[in-house]
């Protein structure tokens, strides 16, 4: 059964880039809807800005640590 080679690396960088959104989402998402469960929207509003600045940092770590990894030659 012949077929393409697996490529683990093309793997591994979907897998974190997919892992990088669900966790974006889960926390946008998932802390708007906590806060505006128990403490009303006005406050999930001002919350959200909050859980965007934090999606938002979290964003920029994956882009350094990708732009790290393209500089070693790492991620080829």
Do not use: H, N
Not at 50 to 76: H, P, R, V
């Amino acid at each position: 059964m012949a077929g393409k080679p697996t490529d683990t690396r093309k793997q591994q960088r979907d897998f974190g880039r997919s892992l990088l959104w669900m966790t974006t989402l889960v926390l946008v998402l998932g802390g708007g809807a906590l806060l505006a469960g128990f403490y009303g929207i006005t406050e999930a509003i001002i919350g959200l800005v909050c859980l965007l600045a934090g999606a938002g940092l979290i964003l920029l770590l994956w882009l350094l640590l990708t732009l790290i990894g393209k500089l070693t030659g790492e991620d080829s």
